[in-house]
């Protein structure tokens, strides 16, 4: 199973991005993907995930700011970050978890994709 994140770029506070991660391989299913982020000095932590079921989950600092999404024929998901704040600076990284392959039930990272917000 591999992860290709991309979207990532600069951006003005207040400006948008829209991240994508594509699931690749042999795939059945996969039981939650989300969006994890971390910033120089800080500790990698959870922006939003979203289950096969379509349940979305975000972390309090992007609530209302960021959609989670997802295209499940594709394997594919979405992270559209609006409103963006400096703060939102950091290396954004892929998750899948629980995915369903021909070898067994496997968690898989993409490669991080950078997001700058400055001015």
């Known amino acids: 199973v591999q992860l290709q994140a991309s979207g990532g770029g600069s951006v003005q506070p207040g400006g948008s991005l829209r991240l994508s991660c594509a699931a690749s391989?042999?795939?059945?299913?996969?039981?939650?993907m989300g969006w994890y982020r971390q910033a120089p000095g800080k500790q990698r932590e959870m922006v939003a995930t979203?289950?096969?079921?379509?349940?979305?989950n975000y972390a309090d600092s992007v609530k209302g700011r960021f959609t989670m999404s997802s295209d499940k024929a594709k394997n594919t998901v979405y992270l559209q970050m609006n409103s963006l704040k400096p703060e939102d600076t950091a290396v954004y990284y892929c998750?899948?978890?629980?995915?369903?392959?021909?070898?067994?039930?496997?968690?898989?990272w993409g490669q991080g994709t950078q997001v700058t917000v400055s001015s």
């Open positions: 998750n899948a978890e629980g995915v369903r392959t021909l070898k067994g039930v496997k968690d898989a």
């Open positions: 391989g042999t795939i059945f299913g996969i039981n939650t």
């Open positions: 979203i289950t096969s079921g379509g349940s979305t």
